[in-house]
C-alpha cells in the first residue's frame, strides 16, 4: 500500500488516487484526463527522508516526546527509545504501513503532500507540532 494513500494531492489541490499494479504501488495523477502512474515508492521515499532528516535534527526532542507517549520515562525507555531514533532509515519504514486511523489523522491536522503532474514532490505541508511546554 502507499504510505501516504489520500494524503497526496496535485498543485490544483486535485486528490491523487492509488493503484495496484503487478504487485507495485503507483500514485495515479490526473493530468486533463491522462492518468499518470508514478511508483508510490518513489514520492513516498522523498516524503519520509525529508521526515526523518527533520527528526534527526531535533532527535532529543522527539525522545522526549515519545517517551511521554509510551508513559514511561526511565533511563532504559530512553535508551531504546534513543537507538530507534538513530538507526531508522527510509527502508525500513517503507517496508511499513501507515495506519488508516494514523493517514486520517494527519490529514486532519493538514498534512499534505503536493506533486506536479510528474509525481515530483513540490511541498510538503506539516503540521506544527504542539509545545510540550505549554501541556505541563
Known amino acids: 500500500m502507499a504510505f501516504f494513500e489520500g494524503l497526496v494531492e496535485t498543485e ?18 490526473d493530468d486533463q484526463g491522462f492518468r499518470r502512474h508514478v511508483e508510490a ?3 513516498d521515499r522523498v516524503v519520509l527522508s525529508q521526515f526523518l532528516e527533520q527528526m ?3 532527535r532529543s526532542e522527539a525522545s522526549q516526546v515519545m517517551m511521554k507517549l509510551m ?16 538507526n531508522i532509515n527510509v527502508d525500513q519504514v517503507l517496508g ?14 493538514g498534512f499534505k503532500i503536493v506533486t506536479d503532474y510528474h509525481g515530483d514532490v513540490i ?7 504542539p509545545d510540550m511546554e505549554d501541556e505541563e
Open 96 to 109: 511499513s504501513t501507515l495506519p488508516a486511523d494514523a493517514r486520517q489523522w494527519l490529514g486532519m491536522l
Open 12 to 29: 490544483d489541490g486535485a486528490k491523487v488516487e492509488t493503484a495496484l499494479i503487478g504487485g507495485e504501488d503507483f500514485y495515479v495523477i
Open 56 to 58: 534527526q535534527e531535533h
Open 123 to 129: 511541498r510538503v505541508d506539516m503540521p506544527a507540532a
Open 41 to 43: 515508492a518513489a514520492i
Open 71 to 86: 508513559g514511561s520515562e526511565d533511563l532504559f525507555t530512553k535508551a531504546a527509545v534513543d537507538s530507534t531514533l538513530k
